[in-house]
């Protein structure tokens, strides 16, 4: 069981390029979700999804599409980079078990753009 | 909105002393779950508290949801080397959709 796996784990990019952060998950979670975390200010949901082909905003969407045509893929694009992006990317995932909300967490994508 | 503020941002602590951490919250949560980030990972679920004034512990940790259900805390007893990170709290409201709202995290570090 490989859990949430990110890819790729560093990236630098110019201002404007655009790019995708891929996430996969293999444990069949219905829910997924794309947070950045910067220092001192904890994590912050940029968008998530409750299943196949469902796909809504978080708290910092601007910038940033997601798509979720599989179960097991969430991938997050960047459509023109900014330096404001520079973050550590991390994708989430969890399964609806009554009140149980522990998500799994990938291992993160740091992200600098110059 | 929902605000989460969690301390001490930061513990500077000798190897073997108890540590205490904090979050409180402007609104009714109905979960709380406390995570670890080590350097270079993502958060790793520790505890996770579904009812009022309920104590769970795991391990040296033990962790709170509070009466009024606006805060939670976690203490960690004779720590060790490997319990430095990043420390945060989540907490999560009824009808949410299982989002979560994040504390800003508490660094702890051993002193040499």
């Known amino acids: ?114 | 909105g929902q605000q989460l503020n969690q301390s001490p941002q930061s513990m500077f602590i000798q190897e073997g002393e108890d540590v205490s951490m904090n979050c409180t919250s402007s609104s009714i949560f109905n979960t709380w779950l406390w995570y670890k980030q080590d350097p270079g990972e993502g958060p790793v679920l520790l505890i996770a508290l579904y009812k009022a004034g309920e104590l769970t512990s795991n391990g040296r940790l033990t962790a709170q949801f509070g009466i009024t259900r606006k805060d939670s805390f976690l203490n960690i007893s004779a720590s060790i080397p490997s319990d430095v990170g990043i420390y945060f709290c989540a907490g999560q409201g009824r009808g949410s959709n299982y989002q979560l709202i994040w504390g800003a995290g508490t660094k702890l570090i051993i002193k040499p």
């Open chain 1, 1 to 114: 069981n490989a859990g949430v796996t990110q890819t790729p784990k560093f990236q630098v990019l110019k201002t404007g390029q655009s790019m995708t952060l891929q996430c996969a998950q293999d444990m069949n979670h219905e829910y997924m979700s794309w947070y950045r975390q910067d220092p001192g200010m904890g994590l912050r949901l940029i968008h998530y999804s409750v299943g196949a082909g469902i796909t809504d905003q978080g708290e910092v969407p601007n910038g940033y599409n997601v798509s979720r045509s599989t179960t097991e893929d969430f991938p997050l694009r960047l459509l023109s980079a900014a330096p404001s992006q520079t973050s550590v990317y991390f994708c989430a995932s969890t399964n609806n078990r009554g009140d149980y909300y522990g998500y799994t967490f990938g291992s993160g994508t740091r992200l600098t753009v110059v």
